[in-house]
């Protein structure tokens, strides 16, 4: 029996649903973390005929935390969040949500989502969008971890011997 992934899509050999769900899982945390820039390439890989199945729209959502972890949970604030969902004419459906009020950004991150679904295009959508997109969150975490290192202190207590 053929496993058949999210929205229809065929995984590649050796990939259940399992594999392609934590790799989709993947692909949208990249795209969440990307600048539009970086997003606006996917529109020269998509096809004519993208049907936007929920516009482009902003909103807010409540923030919810716990102090350490285990207590009582308490709302924190709002953050502005926009989303996107989008259909390919090949019936692949994407969806987008990223921090803050860009739009266009969220629609380019549900096409992303949608072509990686299909998967005609992925292997091209992976070089030249997904992993130069990875290599530079890479670096900025690499940059960012340098950063914090070079203002470590070292707390130490000296034991003094009995005078």
């Given at each position: ?30 795209t ?24 482009p ?8 935390g716990?102090?350490?972890g285990s ?26 949500h ?10 380019d ?11 005609t ?14 290599a ?7 940059r960012?971890?340098?950063e914090?290192?070079?203002t ?10 009995a005078?």
């Amino acid at each position: 029996m053929e496993t058949i992934g999210i929205n229809g899509s065929r995984p590649r050999p050796g990939e259940g649903r399992g594999d392609t769900i934590t790799a989709r899982r993947a692909v949208m945390a990249l795209t969440a973390k990307a600048t539009a820039f970086e997003l606006k390439a996917v529109r020269d890989l998509a096809p004519a005929g993208v049907v936007d199945l929920r516009p482009p729209e902003t909103g807010l959502v409540m923030l919810r935390g716990r102090i350490g972890g285990s207590g009582a949970a308490f709302n924190l604030g709002e953050a502005t969040v926009s989303r996107a969902a989008v259909r390919l004419p090949s019936g692949a459906t994407g969806f987008g949500h990223v921090l803050g009020r860009d739009r266009h950004r969220a629609r380019d991150a549900a096409l992303v989502d949608a072509l990686w679904i299909e998967g005609t295009r992925r292997d091209r959508l992976e070089n030249e969008i997904l992993a130069p997109l990875a290599a530079r969150i890479a670096r900025d975490e690499k940059r960012r971890t340098a950063e914090v290192a070079a203002t470590r202190v070292d707390f130490f207590t000296l034991v003094r011997g009995a005078d």
